[in-house]
């Protein structure tokens, strides 16, 4: 099974990568990538991981940083409409659907 990236989910992923460089440093990029690759193959691998949070979309938070993956279960895998920072702008992701 696959997944499924929207491209500006994909955009959020490299927005947060290139904050964490720059304000903390590439280590702490690379260990945010790496927990979102961690949740991916999670996801991937069961898709009912996450709670509903509207209609079909579920979320499932990342460890160690205030992000969250909203995602929707489908037969060819898990279609991530956002990396969403979880104290901004709440709702939003609905606009992609």
């Known amino acids: 099974m696959s997944f499924w990236l929207h491209p500006e989910?994909?955009?959020e992923l490299g927005e947060a990568a290139i904050y964490y460089a720059e304000h903390a440093s590439r280590a702490v990029a690379e260990a945010f990538l790496a927990e979102f690759e961690r949740v991916r193959g999670l996801l991937v691998e069961n898709q009912a991981?996450?709670?509903h949070v509207d209609d079909n979309l579920r979320v499932y938070h990342l460890h160690?940083?205030?992000y969250s993956v909203i995602y929707e279960p489908s037969d060819s895998g898990p279609h991530i409409f956002a990396v969403a920072?979880?104290?901004r702008e709440p709702g939003y992701r609905t606009e992609r659907l």
């Open 49 to 51: 991981r996450g709670p």
């Open 64 to 66: 160690r940083f205030p």
């Open 9 to 11: 989910a994909e955009g």
């Open 85 to 87: 920072h979880q104290h």
